[in-house]
């Protein structure tokens, strides 16, 4: 199959807005597909690299883009073995080597092939084809039930081969697909509310409420007493995590699965920086102690556990671990116990608490309704100071905000971040008319505006960072509302944003 298929395919989910007219796109694109080439189709398809991380930066893009082939001859696999050479490179001179492979393949690759090419490896190729779309597509390319094939992607942790076993073997061929230990599957994810009574209400009877931390999903398998440690994005950081291996390799267990955090605790128990942690997931030599606390348990000495209720799963971890691993918990049906136990959270410097009914399964890769996180929020007025042009769908709309706070001081305003989370159509469609008319400047994909436009934004914390003049940006930050009756100078200053910082 050529990469021209691929990317005309792409190019047509973008362009369509209909969910179903996208998943029939998808279905057919998969059904051309040969059997080798299924999980790079679905991995693409779905602005993935299957490689994950090849070392390839923009610079080394931009560069690569003089020319360009007239006619399309590469093919899905000659395309993934060139992403595999270019990502296996390393030691002395692998900057020059990884270049002219990434020039070579540039230069085999037609216009729009290089375009495609550099969305897929800066992960910028938004599409519309987000995974639960996929995997309606491969559900619908291999005439099996979604719910089959959505099951076996959790817990094989992957769409892409549980996409070519679908197509190649059917149903029986998704029915091989269970959970093993040492093969990470994807954890579940926690919906939101507002508050804690929001929450309960969601929840039948009493509920589970635990502690919500700041620190680095972790799940771990132990077989025999070989222990390996997985990210939320699945990425293996065994290597990493020596004193956490220690401790995990002593449990009384053969084979477990346990979902948990991993986060650096200052000598008074109080987390330190989120930054401090994610350092210290990134490599073992920079001297930070990393504490770990589990909340559920998938596997046990031969039992699954992945469909009993979140109770027994919890007693289970109760029974394997000692006292200080174990995610602090209180079992309740009262919102004032709940609150309370949520300031006490609040109060040793955590993110919040996750809500969790007792009866509920361990809905692996999704947002599943049993699982019901609550955070305070924290809201500030910015100014707009510059804009992005969005891609895929949004294409010819303005969409990535830079965002500045006023710094008095000086008058003019510090960056804090980017963000284009949260805009509907019908703001997208305004901040591009509104943005154009503000224009002082642009480049080839930043439009610079005078700063008038205030908007009101949510976020999840504030976190240091080289990468902005404050040495600070907002974590997860997202629009709620433009705000029309405020001007540039009632934006709130980079004072109250370094206040907000757990270092201040």
């Known amino acids: 199959?050529?990469?021209?298929?691929?990317?005309?395919?792409?190019?047509?989910?973008?362009?369509?807005?209909?969910?179903?007219?996208?998943?029939?796109?998808?279905?057919?694109?998969?059904?051309?597909?040969?059997?080798?080439?299924?999980?790079?189709?679905?991995?693409?398809?779905?602005?993935?690299?299957?490689?994950?991380?090849?070392?390839?930066?923009?610079?080394?893009?931009?560069?690569?883009t003089g020319t360009f082939a007239a006619n399309p001859t590469l093919t899905?696999?000659?395309?993934?073995?060139?992403?595999?050479?270019?990502?296996?490179?390393?030691?002395?001179?692998?900057?020059?080597v990884r270049r002219a492979l990434v020039a070579d393949l540039f230069g085999r690759a037609t216009a729009a092939e290089q375009q495609f090419i550099m969305r897929l490896l800066s992960g910028e190729l938004r599409q519309g084809a987000l995974e639960g779309v996929m995997t309606d597509a491969v559900a619908k390319a291999a005439e099996v039930p979604v719910t089959s094939?959505?099951?076996?992607?959790?817990?094989?942790?992957s769409l892409a081969p549980v996409a070519a076993a679908a197509l190649s073997g059917g149903e029986s061929a998704l029915?091989?697909?269970?959970?093993?230990?040492?093969?990470?599957?994807?954890?579940?994810?926690?919906?939101?509310?507002?508050?804690?009574?929001?929450?309960?209400?969601?929840?039948?009877?009493?509920?589970?409420?635990?502690?919500?931390?700041?620190?680095?999903?972790?799940q771990a398998h132990v077989v025999d007493g070989d222990v390996r440690l997985f990210t939320r994005t699945l990425d293996d950081i065994t290597s990493r995590m020596p004193e956490v291996v220690?401790?995990?390799?002593?449990?009384?267990?053969?084979?477990?699965?346990?979902?948990?955090?991993?986060?650096?605790l200052r000598p008074d128990g109080r987390p330190m920086a989120f930054q401090d942690t994610a350092s210290r997931a990134a490599s073992s030599g920079s001297g930070v102690s990393l504490s770990a606390f589990f909340f559920d348990v998938l596997h046990l000495d031969g039992a699954d556990l992945i469909d009993q209720p979140y109770a027994r799963r919890r007693a289970a971890l109760a029974g394997l671990l000692p006292a200080a691993m174990l995610m602090?918990?209180?079992?309740?049906?009262?919102?004032?116990?709940?609150?309370?136990?949520?300031?006490?959270?609040?109060?040793?410097?955590?993110?919040?608490?996750?809500?969790?009914?007792?009866?509920?399964?361990?809905?692996?890769?999704?947002?599943?309704?049993?699982?019901?996180?609550?955070?305070?929020?924290?809201?500030?007025?910015?100014?707009?100071?510059?804009?992005?042009?969005?891609?895929?769908?949004?294409?010819?709309?303005?969409?990535?905000?830079?965002?500045?706070?006023?710094?008095?001081?000086?008058?003019?305003?510090?960056?804090?971040?980017k963000t284009f989370k949260g805009l509907t159509d019908e703001l997208l469609t305004w901040q591009t008319t509104r943005l154009l008319e503000l224009e002082t400047r642009r480049d080839s994909y930043t439009v610079y505006v005078r700063p008038e436009l205030v908007v009101e934004i949510a976020f999840d914390g504030v976190q240091r960072s080289p990468r902005y003049p404050g040495g600070l940006a907002l974590r997860f930050a997202r629009v709620l509302r433009y705000r029309d009756d405020k001007s540039a100078a009632d934006a709130d200053t980079i004072g109250t944003v370094r206040a907000l910082?757990?270092?201040s």
């Not at 362009?15 to 080798?36: C, F, M, Q, V, Y």
């Not at 609150?339 to 955590?350: I, M």
């Open 1 to 64: 199959m050529q990469l021209a298929s691929i990317v005309t395919v792409s190019e047509e989910v973008a362009a369509t807005s209909g969910r179903l007219a996208k998943i029939a796109a998808l279905a057919a694109a998969l059904r051309e597909a040969g059997p080798d080439e299924v999980p790079i189709a679905v991995a693409y398809l779905s602005g993935d690299l299957p490689q994950r991380q090849i070392g390839v930066g923009w610079a080394t893009l931009r560069d690569a």
């Open 149 to 157: 094939v959505r099951r076996a992607a959790m817990l094989r942790g």
């Open 246 to 264: 220690a401790i995990l390799a002593a449990l009384p267990a053969r084979t477990a699965v346990l979902d948990g955090e991993l986060i650096a």
């Open 328 to 417: 602090p918990q209180v079992v309740t049906g009262s919102a004032d116990e709940a609150t309370a136990f949520f300031k006490d959270a609040l109060a040793h410097g955590h993110e919040g608490v996750v809500v969790k009914s007792l009866d509920g399964v361990y809905a692996a890769g999704r947002r599943g309704a049993g699982w019901i996180k609550v955070k305070p929020r924290h809201t500030l007025d910015l100014v707009v100071i510059a804009v992005e042009w969005g891609h895929g769908r949004r294409h010819g709309w303005l969409s990535n905000l830079h965002l500045g706070a006023r710094d008095p001081e000086t008058g003019g305003f510090v960056m804090l971040g």
């Open 175 to 218: 029915a091989g697909f269970g959970l093993e230990p040492g093969q990470p599957v994807r954890p579940m994810l926690a919906a939101s509310a507002p508050s804690i009574a929001d929450a309960l209400d969601k929840v039948p009877g009493q509920a589970g409420v635990e502690w919500k931390l700041d620190g680095i999903r972790v």
């Open 76 to 96: 899905l696999p000659e395309t993934d073995a060139a992403f595999s050479a270019i990502g296996a490179v390393a030691g002395a001179g692998s900057v020059a």
């Open 501 to 503: 910082s757990p270092e």
